[in-house]
């Protein structure tokens, strides 16, 4: 199985947009769901946007990032992104990425990459 190592993380304004990585080491179509997760300040670990990485369009959001975040993958270099945008100050934490959905994951996490989205 590929594990995941996050990347791109940074200060941005309110308002802002970021874009984040997550690469595999080895073959991504090891994995069939990958999600991206953010743990805020002083808060679990929740989930924010999932895709499936075999076959089908299947990508899933959080209530809270719909319409502003989009996930996406790229086979061929064995990653998935996260396209941040309009991003406010409750979107700042460390992102995570990991094979799974909203409802499970699976396999350890990784050390993430710090978002903080800050005037």
């Known amino acids: 199985q590929a594990q995941l190592v996050e990347s791109g993380g940074d200060l941005v304004q309110p308002g802002g947009s970021l874009r984040l990585f997550c690469a595999a080491s080895?073959?991504?179509?090891?994995?069939?769901?990958v999600g991206w997760y953010l743990q805020a300040p002083g808060k679990g670990r929740e989930f924010d946007a999932s895709i499936s990485i075999r076959g089908s369009r299947y990508t899933d959001y959080a209530d809270s990032v719909k319409g502003r975040f989009t996930i996406s993958k790229d086979n061929g270099k064995n990653t998935v992104y996260l396209q941040m945008k309009s991003l406010k100050t409750e979107d700042t934490g460390v992102y995570y990425c990991?094979?799974?959905?909203?409802?499970?994951?699976?396999?350890?996490w990784g050390q993430g990459t710090q978002v903080t989205v800050s005037s």
């Open positions: 080895g073959s991504i179509f090891s994995l069939h769901f």
């Open positions: 990991n094979q799974g959905t909203r409802v499970w994951t699976s396999g350890s």
